[in-house]
């Protein structure tokens, strides 16, 4: 693993701006935010942002309007504030908007629901340059265009601490949510997505390095499976949940909520050769991101033992009769997951 500078568009180096016909102006470089002011900065951040198939009144009124034609509106909210969650010298401005997106996104689509709109509240140090709010919008903007949503409005206020707060909405398309309470003993367990690539970037970054690449981009900006959320409540997932905090810990928060145990099969998760690499470079024990890492945002559901799998996912476990979490029927001897004010 070779220590390198940093990457051209990454943290601590901008790539030329070059936007393609129709797309943002690049931004203008230098300018502070309090020198741009609220309703200038504002306005360079929404003329960034393109509208979701759901938006029918978006930025500019004292609320925007999304259509709902379920009749319910599945909701999330998540904050992330820098030194806790993303590191400026990490990840660059666009990288920060897809993490602050994916992380609540994931969260509507674990309920079932297609993501519709998101809002955001951004709180600012006032010499923050501009262009820095303007290159999350663009990361906030793209991560929402996965999944057909828009940024449809928010807040901004000056801080000492940079801190994102987005809220995500989701339409449910006629199916009932998909809960963390509904597992039962007989189910078998399920994931869609990858887990560990997160966690393993993490320790790559905080250990000064910059490789694999793989890894640390995997941190910067998750691969989410959105689809997957609304696919399995239509093949009858019984619980859900997004893997945030890592999978012992959010499959622990669904057996104690579906009063359950939940054994997990050893041989079920596989250790890429790049993340086994790194972990032996860095003295790490690669499941300990696999079982304890978060931030890949992969979804696990629970599903009748009898329904097939929808596409996607594959089976990892089963739910069981008693409490907690275990791997080949024993407890995991590694960290757990994370946990805020640990």
């Not at 000492?160 to 189910?187: F, K, N």
């Not at 790194?278 to 003295?283: E, I, S, V």
């Not at 594959?314 to 001897?333: E, P, S």
Request: with cysteine.
């Amino acid at each position: 693993m070779a220590e390198t500078g940093d990457e051209p568009g990454r943290a601590g180096g901008r790539a030329p701006c070059r936007p393609a016909p129709g797309e943002p102006k690049c931004p203008e470089v230098g300018v502070s935010v309090a020198r741009a002011g609220e309703f200038g900065l504002i306005a360079r951040v929404t003329a960034r942002l393109a509208t979701g198939h759901a938006t029918l009144l978006g930025p500019g009124d004292d609320a925007a309007v999304v259509h709902a034609p379920d009749g319910r509106v599945v909701a999330s909210t998540d904050v992330l504030v820098e030194g806790r969650h993303f590191r400026r010298d990490w990840a660059s401005a666009v990288d920060i908007g897809h993490r602050a997106a994916a992380a609540n996104l994931a969260d509507v689509a674990a309920m079932g629901a297609a993501p519709t709109a998101l809002l955001v509240a951004l709180c600012m140090p006032p010499d923050l340059e501009a262009q820095w709010a303007e290159e999350l919008a663009d990361g906030l903007a793209a991560e929402a265009a996965r999944v057909g949503a828009g940024v449809v409005g928010g807040d901004m206020s000056a801080s000492p601490t940079l801190t994102i707060a987005v809220t995500a909405l989701g339409d449910l398309g006629g199916q009932p949510p998909v809960t963390r309470s509904g597992a039962r003993a007989g189910d078998v367990v399920a994931l869609a997505g990858r887990l560990g690539y997160a966690a393993a970037g993490y320790t790559v970054l905080s250990r000064g390095f910059r490789t694999p690449k793989i890894l640390v981009e995997a941190y910067r900006r998750p691969e989410v499976p959105y689809g997957a959320g609304p696919s399995a409540a239509r093949f009858g997932a019984t619980a859900m949940i997004d893997v945030s905090d890592g999978l012992l810990a959010d499959l622990g928060h669904v057996a104690t909520a579906s009063r359950v145990g939940i054994d997990l099969l050893g041989n079920a998760f596989e250790v890429p050769e790049q993340m086994r690499d790194a972990a032996h470079a860095l003295g790490v024990d690669p499941l300990a991101w696999v079982l304890g890492g978060g931030d890949d945002h992969a979804l696990v559901a629970t599903f009748p033992e009898d329904l097939p799998l929808p596409g996607g996912f594959r089976l990892i476990g089963h739910v069981v009769h008693g409490a907690g979490v275990t791997v080949d029927g024993r407890a995991y001897k590694g960290s757990g997951g994370w946990e805020h004010f640990r």
